[in-house]
């Protein structure tokens, strides 16, 4: 079982930035993906952004290409979301979520793959 908690939550302005922090404790498969997922306000969860734990394959959902980055540090167990010209549509409270082994069966951007998640941490953009 891999207990994760996010942080750097807050308030930002419509174009600022924030980087969002993701702690993992336990120990993560090599073939694991640890993803960021968001659930705005009346909405389903969505796919965000995922990375695979070796190797750092990287997938993102089509509409945060370009202005959001995944990135991990093996090392200090943490994943980061990179957040880039920040729009209202962005408000959102995001989570973290981490897969077990992966085999391949579901798509990485799907919520079947993981099986932790963390309490999540609002974010919003100010227009």
């Known amino acids: 079982q891999v207990q994760l908690v996010e942080s750097g939550g807050g308030l930002v302005q419509t174009g600022g930035s924030l980087r969002i922090s993701c702690a993992a404790s336990?120990?993560?498969?090599?073939?694991?993906?640890v993803a960021w997922f968001r659930q705005a306000p009346g909405k389903e969860r969505e796919f965000v952004a995922t990375i695979r734990w070796s190797g750092g394959r990287t997938d993102y959902a089509d509409s945060v290409k370009g202005r959001f980055t995944i990135s991990r540090d093996n090392a200090k167990n943490k994943v980061y979301l990179q957040m880039n010209s920040l729009k209202t549509e962005n408000t959102a409270v995001y989570y973290c979520?981490?897969?077990?082994?992966?085999?391949?069966?579901?798509?990485?951007?799907?919520?079947?793959?993981?099986?932790?998640w963390g309490q999540g941490i609002r974010i919003t953009v100010s227009a």
């Open positions: 336990g120990r993560l498969d090599p073939t694991a993906y």
């Open positions: 979520a981490a897969s077990s082994i992966y085999y391949g069966i579901y798509s990485i951007r799907t919520r079947e793959v993981y099986d932790n």
